[in-house]
């Protein structure tokens, strides 16, 4: 189901790389490095394994078009999305969490068949 990808949460840790350094006083420590995990009700991922998740998702349940009609729209309004990869995530998070119901300028199918 699309929405148990939602994401509710975005945590970032720094975790040991197994790899230690010599400091400047002559101690010892560990090499890190910067790590971010989604939170989301199916668990939690990293952010390119939520997005092959959330994409098989959309792709089972059959939402592939509303997906592009959904990344057309933050192509147009969403200027802080500048690369094609930033725009798909984006679009995924949208029609994960539902959000373009919500867009007063989004042309939304479903409410129109309902209305």
Not at 85 to 103: Q, T
């Amino acid at each position: 189901m699309i929405a148990d990808y939602q994401i509710k949460s975005r945590v970032g840790n720094a975790e040991k790389t197994g790899e230690y350094e010599i400091t400047r006083r002559g101690t010892r420590r560990a090499k890190t490095r910067f790590v971010e995990r989604y939170v989301t009700p199916a668990g939690t991922f990293l952010p390119e394994e939520w997005r092959e998740r959330a994409l098989s998702a959309i792709e089972a349940e059959g939402e592939i078009e509303l997906l592009e009609r959904i990344k057309e729209h933050c192509g147009r309004f969403c200027a802080w999305l500048h690369t094609e990869k930033d725009l798909e995530e984006y679009a995924i998070e949208c029609l994960c969490s539902r959000a373009y119901r919500y867009w007063d300028d989004f042309e939304n199918i479903e409410t129109i068949i309902w209305m």
